[in-house]
């Protein structure tokens, strides 16, 4: 099993930045073979996709509606992935959850393909 614990959310007004982290830890866990995303949820909304780094951190990949605004990274020595989140908006506002599957060197854009996740940090963009 693979363990998965957010933080970092917050209150912060529109145009400031957040960075979220997530630990990973678990018996299963080896650093370079997890692909790890970050998928957001507002309420009543469906469960949408953020960003997604590949177990090596070769490749990064990211949601059109947060390129160019927010960064994904991971420190495999920590077993901790990041999403730097800058220029937030009001629409930005939700739960962020962290997500880990063994990797297969593809870009993984779906809820439904990640095997583990956390139980989700909140981010509060005020106008």
């Known amino acids: 099993q693979v363990q998965l614990v957010e933080s970092g959310g917050g209150l912060v007004q529109a145009g400031g930045s957040l960075r979220l982290s997530c630990a990973a830890s678990?018996?299963?866990?080896?650093?370079?073979?997890?692909?790890m995303g970050w998928f957001r949820q507002a309420p009543g909304k469906e469960r949408e996709f953020v960003s997604g780094?590949?177990?090596?951190?070769?490749?990064?990949y990211y949601g059109d509606s947060v390129k160019g605004r927010f960064t994904i990274s991971r420190d495999n020595a920590k077993s901790t992935v990041y999403l730097q989140m800058n220029s937030l908006k009001p629409e930005d506002t939700a739960v962020y959850l962290c997500?880990?599957?063994?990797?297969?060197?593809?870009?993984?854009?779906?809820?439904?393909?990640?095997?583990?996740w956390g139980q989700g940090t909140q981010v509060t963009v005020s106008s």
């Open positions: 678990g018996r299963t866990f080896s650093r370079y073979d997890m692909d």
């Open positions: 780094i590949w177990g090596s951190g070769d490749s990064t």
């Open positions: 997500a880990a599957v063994r990797t297969t060197f593809r870009q993984r854009r779906l809820a439904r393909e990640y095997d583990y």
